[in-house]
């Protein structure tokens, strides 16, 4: 007999037609079909009353940082923050309910806070004079800090940085307190409440040191369930995290032992530029050791470059304005090498690559790799492609990778602003930035989420980025696409990137129960409203994870 039923939905099952309600028998669907014929057998089933929601299988974000996303949970946010009077008005009140922070921290600063000119650890400093305070753009590549930060961090008289990162330097021969890059900002993670575990993932791969106690590992735990929380109240059910290390493994193997995993979590290996190419080995001993419904990892994650709004985005030509078209972190030869390693193992690799360059050496080392190993099904995933050469564009789907982009990075989205032609972007590359509906219509796999926390892990205004967007000037082109297809890149297609596309990503019977009941019919709706949409309930293996 079902556990649960779902009656009187609007049932888009990814297998064929729609359907009307569904039953649930041991963490499987176990029945698709009419209200009739899943009241017949409801039983003594748990019914959920749908009311002509939309039933879809459960959300996957194919992007995410988990552990840093849940720290940032309770930092402060400074999105919208303009000018040092605004910022003091919201940082001052923090300070004062934070007082024996070491470091006051926030995220998502605006590389404009200060409006034409780059922010300074002076505009910090009439913020917040007498404490360490320090705060992350929203993409995490850069940290602002003040005065006292840089000092209490041994970053004021600069600091020898690996290759790719920064500590900017003023005229006065003193760090301006702008850090570009992990290598420049470690020190100050080092110091957030969480000693720069959230991030670390990120910016070494490697796991604390020491080994934190039983104490600590409590503390990092409760902060990544409340992110789980967070997740399964947007209808989230699996996450693709995008940085790891053995220690974020070790959490979530013990999170899944005590029952506050609510969301299937893959973490990857992350090799890091600096990294000898050997280390895509541990990638195999984390393979054999995590390997459940719940956990897992399958997959290296390295960086090819950083991001536009810093310039450290690699471009195939110089940024307007400028002689420089930053550098690859990875070179060439080390990058196909670690390809080709990775992919001889079975291991799925995914990349960072914003800019056109990074894009290109990226399509390049998968090529390499399908040259010395042979063609096979890898479905290696380039994360974000922000700009790309037209050239390249077809090789995507020739080479059988991923376009694995986040609709609310891009202008047309309408979560950052636009960026003017001849700013950051030469007109012409504008032309191929953030081109989802270019790139798939070239019939290469596509697949949606959002990178959190950079913008939220919220799953509806992504969705309404996608589609309905806002209007942009003409030079842009129009990336929208459909609400159905949409969808599909945010669940069927993002259970095919991660290998269980035959488990999950669809209704029909013997697959996993996860599943989100939205509280109204998506495809009824304004498009321009789909980002007010809210799950009702969020089931993840039949176990009913959030309801509203």
């Known amino acids: 007999m079902p556990d649960i039923v779902i009656l009187n939905g609007r049932v888009i099952t990814f297998d064929g037609p729609d359907a009307e309600a569904l039953a649930i028998t041991g963490g499987e669907i176990a029945a698709v079909g009419t209200n009739s014929e899943i009241r017949d057998i409801a039983g003594n089933a748990r019914i959920i009353d749908a009311q002509g929601g939309t039933v879809l299988p459960g959300f996957i974000d194919s992007h995410v940082h988990l552990f840093g996303g849940s720290a940032e949970l309770d930092f402060l946010n400074l999105t919208g923050v303009k000018g040092v009077d605004e910022l003091a008005g919201v940082l001052r009140p923090y300070g004062v309910e934070r007082p024996n922070d070491t470091l006051l921290f926030a995220c998502s600063i605006d590389y404009a806070l200060m409006g034409d000119r780059g922010v300074t650890r002076h505009d910090l400093d009439a913020a917040m004079p007498d404490r360490p305070f320090a705060a992350c753009t929203a993409d995490h590549h850069t940290v602002y800090a003040n005065t006292k930060a840089l000092e209490a961090a041994g970053l004021l008289h600069g600091k020898d940085v690996a290759e790719g ?81 053995f220690y974020q493994l070790g959490l979530l193997s013990e999170m899944e032992e005590e029952g506050t995993v609510l969301c299937r979590t893959e973490i990857p290996m992350h090799l ?125 789907k020739q080479l059988g990778a991923v376009a694995s982009m986040q609709p609310l990075h891009s202008p047309r989205g309408g979560f950052f602003p636009c960026y003017e032609a001849g700013d950051i972007l030469h007109a012409h590359q504008i032309k191929t930035a953030f081109p989802w509906k270019t790139i798939r219509d070239t019939g290469a796999s596509l697949v949606f989420s959002t990178d959190w926390p950079v913008v ?93």
Not at 529 to 540: D, E, F, N, W, Y
């Open 165 to 245: 990162s920064e500590v900017v330097m003023g005229e006065d021969g003193l760090a301006t307190g702008e850090l570009l890059e992990a290598d420049a900002f470690g020190p100050i993670l080092a110091m957030t409440t969480f000693g720069g575990r959230e991030m670390l993932g990120m910016v070494t791969g490697a796991d604390p040191v020491p080994a934190p106690d039983v104490r600590t590992r409590a503390i990092d735990k409760a902060a990544i369930a409340k992110g789980f929380k967070h997740c399964a109240a947007q209808g989230i059910t699996g996450l693709h995290n995008m940085d790891g290390n």
């Open 456 to 548: 939220p892990v919220d799953v509806m205004p992504t969705i309404q980025g996608a589609v309905a967007g806002v209007e942009l000037p003409d030079i842009w082109p129009d990336q929208r696409l459909g609400l159905r297809e949409t969808l599909a890149a945010y669940t069927r297609d993002n259970a095919w990137v991660e290998f269980n596309e035959h488990r999950k990503g669809r209704l029909r019977p013997g697959m996993m129960a996860d599943i989100v009941v939205m509280n109204t019919d998506l495809d009824s709706i304004d498009p321009r409203q789909l980002g007010s949409a809210r799950p009702a309930v969020t089931i993840c293996g039949g176990r009913i994870t959030y309801e509203a």
């Open 272 to 396: 890091k530029h600096t990294d000898p190419v050997e280390r895509v080995d541990e990638a195999a001993e984390m393979r054999t050791k995590y390997n459940t419904d719940m956990v897992w990892s399958r997959r290296v994650k390295m960086f090819m470059d950083g991001v536009l709004d810093s310039r450290t985005a690699f471009m195939l030509e110089p940024y307007p304005g400028t002689d420089t078209c930053s550098e690859p972190l990875f070179s060439a030869q080390q990058f196909k090498a670690a390809c080709i390693r990775a992919d001889a193992m079975g291991l799925q690799i995914a990349v960072h690559a914003i800019g056109d360059a990074a894009v290109r050496q990226t399509l390049d080392g998968y090529e390499a790799a399908q040259m010395a190993n042979g063609v096979r099904d890898s479905r290696h995933r380039i994360e974000h492609i922000e700009t790309i050469h037209p050239d390249d564009i077809p090789r995507i």
